[in-house]
Nanobody
Framework: QVQLVESGGGLVQAGGSLRLSCAAS????????MGWFRQAPGKERDFVAA????????YYADSVKGRFTISRDNTKNTVFLQMNSLSPEDTAVYYC?????????????????WGQGTQVTVSS
C-alpha cells in the first residue's frame, strides 16, 4: 500500500524559505511522477511542481518558477520542495502526490495517491 507522508510546513514571514519533505513507501516508485499540489482556503487544489522519479525531469507551475525547486533522494524514497521568496499568496495546504502513469504530470486526476497535507502559512 502506497503511503505518502509530508512534513516541513509551518509559519514563515514573507521573503522566507521552507523545505517540504514527502516520504514515500509501499512500492517501487522508479516509474512514477511525484508531484506537489496546494490548496488555499476556498480554492481548488492546484499543481505546483512535479518530478519524474527516475529521469529527474522537473515541471513547475508558472507562479512558482524560479522560487521553488523540486528534488528527490532515491536512497531515502523522499521528495523535497524547496520554497524560497515566499509570499502570502503561497499560503495553502501542500500535498504530495504520486502518479503511476509517468505522464500528464500537471493533471490532478492522474495522481492516484495522496498524502495528508502540510500547512504552509506566510505572513506579510
Amino acid at each position: 500500500q502506497v503511503q505518502l507522508v509530508e512534513s516541513g510546513g509551518g509559519l514563515v514571514q514573507a521573503g522566507g524559505s521552507l523545505r517540504l519533505s514527502c516520504a514515500a513507501s509501499g512500492r517501487t516508485f522508479s516509474s512514477y511522477v511525484m508531484g506537489w499540489f496546494r490548496q488555499a482556503p476556498g480554492k481548488e487544489r492546484d499543481f505546483v511542481a512535479a518530478i519524474h522519479w527516475s529521469f529527474g525531469a522537473t515541471y513547475y507551475a508558472d507562479s512558482v518558477k524560479g522560487r521553488f525547486t523540486i528534488s528527490r533522494d532515491n536512497t531515502k524514497n523522499t521528495v523535497f520542495l524547496q520554497m524560497n521568496s515566499l509570499s502570502p499568496e503561497d499560503t495553502a495546504v501542500y500535498y504530495c502526490a504520486a502518479n503511476p502513469r509517468g505522464k500528464a504530470t500537471t493533471v490532478l486526476d492522474m495522481y492516484d495517491y495522496w498524502g495528508q497535507g502540510t500547512q504552509v502559512t506566510v505572513s506579510s
